[in-house]
T-cell receptor, first 114, second 113 residues
Framework: DQQVKQNSPSLSVQEGRISILNCDYT??????FLWYKKYPAEGPTFLIS?????DKNEDGRFTVFLNKSAKHLSLHIVPSQPGDSAVYFC?????????????FGPGTRLSVLP | NAGVTQTPKFQVLKTGQSMTLQCAQD?????MYWYRQDPGMGLRLIYY???????DKGEVPNGYNVSRLNKREFSLRLESAAPSQTSVYFC????????????FGEGSRLTVL
């Protein structure tokens, strides 16, 4: 049973519009969340993170929102650009030793259309 | 600035053959990890090394062994490959276990026939 779910395998958005990628988790002990971006034939690269003491974190065009009561987080990309086309992974962890506890979602493929 | 380097990038094996995936990082990180990625699933942790000289099992360790050769290098060995081990393997590193962000290599695509 997947503890971290990304229920949309793919998403298409027009350039300049907002992209919203969703992630749901089942383990209420998770207290640290990250988003990674992955281009074909490359490894995932870190995008943005949020800890459970916050409900929002912003970095340029990227904002992550955390709703702990709903066990839901989302990544907003505004405005979307063709270079944002990639697979986005949500990951969650708990405790102090995050590295050994990360659980990754299956990913959402974002296509930004020019 | 190479970051995390994995070799080989592609490999085809027959069932029962053995092979080693190599990983090296040049960021002076203490912690290193091996993940596998299968279609429709998230990355799953095979083994990790919190620091030089230590290794521990992750979520899916069966059929694999690892060696933390030194601070830079962390290898993954398949002693007797099985078709279920067909996957894309990613090595990653981080400054320590509790710094959060992982730095990944480009991946190694392994096919076992």
């Amino acid at each position: 049973d997947q503890q971290v779910k990304q229920n949309s395998p793919s998403l298409s958005v027009q350039e300049g519009r907002i992209s919203i990628l969703n992630c749901d988790y089942t383990n209420s002990m998770f207290d640290y969340f990250l988003w990674y971006k992955k281009y074909p034939a490359e490894g995932p690269t870190f995008l943005i993170s949020i800890s459970s003491i916050k409900d929002k974190n912003e970095d340029g065009r990227f904002t992550v929102f955390l709703n702990k009561s709903a066990k839901h987080l989302s990544l907003h990309i505004v405005p979307s650009q063709p270079g944002d086309s990639a697979v986005y992974f949500c990951a969650a962890s708990r405790g102090n030793n995050y590295g050994q506890n990360f659980v990754f979602g299956p990913g959402t493929r974002l296509s930004v259309l020019p | 600035n190479a970051g995390v380097t994995q070799t080989p990038k592609f490999q085809v094996l027959k069932t029962g053959q053995s092979m080693t995936l190599q990983c090296a990082q040049d960021m002076n990180h203490n912690s290193m990890y091996w993940y596998r990625q299968d279609p429709g699933m998230g990355l799953r942790l095979i083994y990790y090394s919190a620091s030089e000289g230590t290794t521990d099992k992750g979520e899916v360790p069966n059929g694999y062994n690892v060696s933390r050769l030194n601070k830079r290098e962390f290898s993954l060995r398949l002693e007797s490959a099985a078709p279920s081990q067909t996957s894309v393997y990613f090595c990653a590193s981080s400054p320590s276990l509790n710094t959060g962000e992982l730095f990944f290599g480009e991946g190694s695509r392994l096919t076992v026939l």
